[in-house]
């Protein structure tokens, strides 16, 4: 994990990521993003989950999600982002986007998800999380009329 240096949700706990580069697949930048934020190289990475966000300003994200469990090198702070290692049990979820605790226990239990999220800047409004046959596993609104 990482706390995020700049950009949007700085401040935050979060995973390394960013945009797909072109002629990049999501794997690839996934690789790339990891190096050019922590400065390791991760092995093997297993997609695990595709999330889409939107918020009320227009702005949306579609993220792949990525574990991997092995990488060469040894993590450094960058100019995005300070390295952070957690316990499983101790994640702290607190600090990170509210979307976070929705999805991530189940990434890390192996399981596959797919998140629907809106936001009004970093204030989760609704939250849908589904498996891979596209049954419910997470839902939450804040607002009555959804």
Same mark, same amino acid.
């Given at each position: 994990? &990482? /706390? #995020? #240096?700049r950009g949007l949700g700085a401040g935050k706990i979060n995973g390394p990521g960013g945009r797909i580069e072109p002629g990049e697949t999501s794997r690839e930048a996934a690789i790339r *993003?990891? /190096? *050019? *934020?922590l400065g390791i190289e991760a092995l093997s990475p297993e997609l695990r989950g595709e999330l889409h966000f939107q918020f009320l300003d227009g702005y949306s994200l579609h993220c792949s999600v990525f574990v991997s469990t092995e990488f060469v090198g040894q993590p450094i702070e960058t100019v995005e +982002?300070?390295?952070l290692w957690t316990p499983l049990d101790a994640i702290p979820y607190e600090e990170m986007w509210a979307d976070d605790i929705?999805? =991530?226990p189940r990434v =890390? +239990? $192996?399981e596959r998800v797919r998140g629907f999220f809106q936001f009004s800047n970093e204030t989760? &409004?609704?939250c849908e999380v589904l498996d891979d046959e596209g *049954? $419910?596993?997470d839902t939450f609104s804040s607002n009555p009329f959804l």
């Open positions: 994990m &990482i /706390r #995020k #240096k *993003e990891t /190096r *050019e *934020e +982002a300070v390295p929705c999805w =991530l =890390l +239990a $192996g989760m &409004i609704t *049954e $419910g596993l």
